[in-house]
Each structure stands twice: as structure tokens, then as C-alpha cells.
């Protein structure tokens, strides 16, 4: 079921999976998602297969408005708001991370699969594919 508003919170505390725990969580205030410009953010790496540290990514970012995981949550609530485009891609909300059961740390993403919208998580000890978009909020 639909929520009735076009509005995310991306204030308030994050949903953490049991066993989780949320290490970094960048407050976004109330966004109206159907009238906010949100998009994609890849790394400018010329290879779209390479593995880029995070610290990296991180500083190639830190001029851009990321977006956390009360985006991605509200989302599979609303999909009917979630670009077509990106069925074809994982999309990561690098504006919350978490450290998961084990005490790896993580990051949420939301991708297409069997026809429907769910999400997962990726640890980032692995490194980053520079081919992993990240979701950013644009001017």
C-alpha cells in the first residue's frame, strides 16, 4: 500500500535490520521526493569495472548531497517513484552505513529482481565497483 505523501523523512533514525547497528547515518530533512531532482552519482573511474577505495569515493562526494537509507526505505514502500532507469542498476544509499551482525560494515541497496523492487546490502571491506551508483541529490 502506498503512503499517501510524497515526502520522505530522511531525518529520522534509519530502520536497522535486527542484529544490526547504524554506524553513520547524514540527515537529510523532509524531501519531496516527486518534486526533489535525484539521481545517480558513478565515479568518473574510466573503467566501469574497477574497484576504487571508499575513502575515494567518499572524497569525490563530499561536494554532493548523498542520501540515506530512509530514501531506499520509503521507496519500497513507493515504488511506483522509483526512476525506470533503474532497473538496470544497483542503486546505493551511502548516507547511512552500517555495521551488520557480524560487525562488518555495510551499506543498503535497492535493485530490480523477479519483477519487483527489494533491497540488500554490500560490505565494504570488499572494496567499491566503480560501476556502483550512489544516490545524490541534485542541484
Same mark, same amino acid.
Given at each position: 500500500? %502506498?503512503? %499517501?505523501?510524497?515526502?520522505?523523512? #530522511? /531525518?529520522? +533514525?534509519? *530502520? ?23 539521481? #545517480? ?6 573503467? *566501469?569495472? /574497477?574497484?576504487? %577505495? ?19 526505505? !520509503?521507496?519500497? &514502500? ?7 532507469? !533503474?532497473? &538496470? ?5 551511502? $548516507?547511512?552505513?552500517?555495521? +551488520?551482525? +557480524?560487525? +562488518? &560494515? ?7 529482481? /523477479? $519483477? *519487483?523492487?527489494?533491497?540488500?546490502? *554490500? ?14 541529490? %541534485?542541484?
Amino acid at each position: 500500500m %502506498e503512503i %499517501e505523501t510524497t515526502i520522505a523523512d #530522511l /531525518d529520522a +533514525d534509519p *530502520r536497522c535490520p535486527v542484529g544490526w547497528k547504524v554506524e553513520s547515518h547524514k540527515k537529510g530533512g523532509m524531501l519531496d521526493v516527486a518534486k526533489a531532482k535525484i539521481g #545517480l552519482y558513478l565515479s568518473p573511474n574510466p573503467r *566501469r569495472n /574497477d574497484r576504487i %577505495e571508499l575513502n575515494k569515493l567518499c572524497e569525490e562526494l563530499k561536494n554532493k548531497k548523498v542520501l540515506n537509507a530512509n530514501l531506499l526505505d !520509503w521507496y519500497m &514502500a513507493n515504488p511506483s517513484f522509483i526512476p525506470e532507469e !533503474w532497473k &538496470a542498476e544497483q542503486v546505493f544509499f551511502l $548516507g547511512t552505513m552500517y555495521c +551488520d551482525s +557480524d560487525g +562488518d &560494515a555495510c551499506v543498503r541497496h535497492l535493485y530490480w529482481i /523477479d $519483477g *519487483r523492487w527489494d533491497w540488500s546490502y *554490500r560490505w565494504l571491506v570488499v572494496g567499491w565497483n566503480s560501476n556502483h551508483p550512489v544516490v545524490v541529490l %541534485e542541484s
